[in-house]
Nanobody
């Protein structure tokens, strides 16, 4: 499985960005897809997850502001991010897990920078 993120960039506080993740390769191995983020000097943290059936879950820090979606026909996942704050500045990574919950792929990451 290969994952490629896109859509990062620089935005002012209060603004919005939409990230996308395109999957290719052994797509049939993928069950859940997720977003993680890593701020400079910090560990990689969970942001949001979506199952093959469209069930979602979010970290408390983004709930109500971020929305994860998935198009299984196009093998893509998106993250709509609204009301961004400087604390959301990080490299955002796409992740795919198999039906055993084991990670099978990570994207290369896309930088999101929110200015105050």
């Amino acid at each position: 499985v290969q994952l490629v993120e896109s859509g990062g960039g620089l935005v002012q506080a209060g603004g919005s960005l939409r990230l996308s993740c395109a999957a290719s390769g052994s797509i049939s191995n993928i069950d859940t897809m997720a977003w993680y983020r890593q701020a400079r000097g910090k560990q990689r943290d969970f942001v949001a997850i979506i199952t093959n059936d469209g069930i979602t879950n979010y970290d408390a820090s983004v709930k109500g502001r971020f929305t994860v979606s998935r198009d299984n026909a196009k093998n893509t996942m998106s993250l709509q991010m609204n009301s961004l704050s400087p604390e959301d500045t990080a490299v955002y990574y796409c992740n795919a897990k198999n039906y055993y919950g084991v990670s099978v792929a990570w994207g290369q990451g896309t930088q999101v920078t929110v200015s105050s």
